[in-house]
């Protein structure tokens, strides 16, 4: 519904041009190029490619308006009732996105492709800012977008993310690493040696990127496993709190007793509230 003062303004404004419109537009349907359309957790789920890589955005029957999105970076389908997701698309009319791209870990290339993929997204009339949603990896990818352009998110929701890859796949901490990983993410980012990583200040826990999401006033919200020996908490979410806290950002930190896995929470309500809460307070309300 338009907020009262805003539907004042445009019914004086409409008045005199002597027109009228209807109180809810109607927005155009979803239909990208080439698309098909299957069935996701109950929904009408849009597939299609960005530059060949398969994509896809879940549209619930009763979208809110503004069409309001939510966009996984990686694990999709992991698991998804701990994570609020159905929730979201059920009860809130929130879409839900993923671009398929694994494992290239925020790296340029990366961030270009979803650039892409978040370019054709508005075109299809989805709200300009969405939330990201960062399992394990996919966190790095988030806080790596957020930083490209702030200005396109609402927030970031972090679940075992992971915020320093000298941590995970690094294993340059207490962490166990991945060494396959490892010397994957430092083909990806061009660095010949630990030392050259180590250099790299584009971390979600360097300060440099931390400034920027603070700066734009974007609240973090995380989940992580106090017993998580693959991407620690000290060394990953600890951090950002700490920092993020001290350069005046907005950061919730919901603590559970497992390691990394399983991702979400039993009762996943205060995930689903800070999703609704920078989604839709104050600028959208699900259709009736």
């Known amino acids: 519904m338009i907020p009262r003062i805003t539907h ?11 027109f009228i419109i209807p109180a ?6 979803v239909a990208f190029p080439n698309e098909t359309i299957d069935q996701w957790q109950g929904h009408q789920r849009h597939v299609f490619a960005v530059s060949g890589k398969n994509a896809w955005v879940v549209v619930p029957e009763k979208p809110a308006t503004g069409r309001p999105w939510t966009w996984v970076m990686e694990f999709p389908t992991a698991f998804l009732p701990r994570t609020g997701v159905p929730q979201l698309l059920k009860d809130h009319g929130i879409s839900h ?15 270009k492709l979803m650039d892409e993929f978040y370019e054709m997204m508005i075109r299809q009339g989805f709200a300009k800012k969405t939330v990201l949603i960062g399992l394990s990896r996919g966190g790095f990818m988030a806080y790596r977008w957020a930083a490209r352009h702030p200005d396109r998110v ?10 320093d890859l000298k941590s995970w796949p690094g294993g ?8 396959a990983d490892w010397e994957h993410a430092k083909k990806l980012y061009g660095w010949h040696t630990d030392e050259d990583a180590k ?19 974007i609240p973090l919200y995380h989940v992580v496993g106090d017993t998580d020996d ?9 951090i950002v709190e700490k920092k993020y806290q001290a350069l005046g950002g907005t950061i919730t930190v919901v603590h559970h ?15 689903v509230a800070f999703i609704t809460g920078v989604l839709l307070k104050n600028k959208t309300t699900p259709r009736p």
């Open 154 to 163: 609402d927030g970031i929701y972090g679940d075992a993310p992971v915020c």
């Open 172 to 179: 340059l901490g207490k962490g166990k690493g991945s060494k």
């Open 97 to 111: 996105a993923h671009l398929s791209d694994f494992n290239r870990l925020g790296c340029e290339e990366q961030l």
């Open 230 to 238: 693959v991407v620690p908490v000290a060394e990953n979410t600890a």
């Open 199 to 217: 250099a790299f200040r584009g971390n979600a826990v360097d300060d440099e990127l931390l400034e920027i999401l603070a700066t734009h006033k």
């Open 257 to 271: 007793a497992a390691g990394h896995h399983p991702h979400g929470l039993d009762d996943p309500t205060s995930t």
């Open 24 to 29: 809810h537009a109607e927005e155009a349907p």
């Open 8 to 18: 004042a303004f445009l019914s004086g404004l409409l008045f005199c041009c002597l």
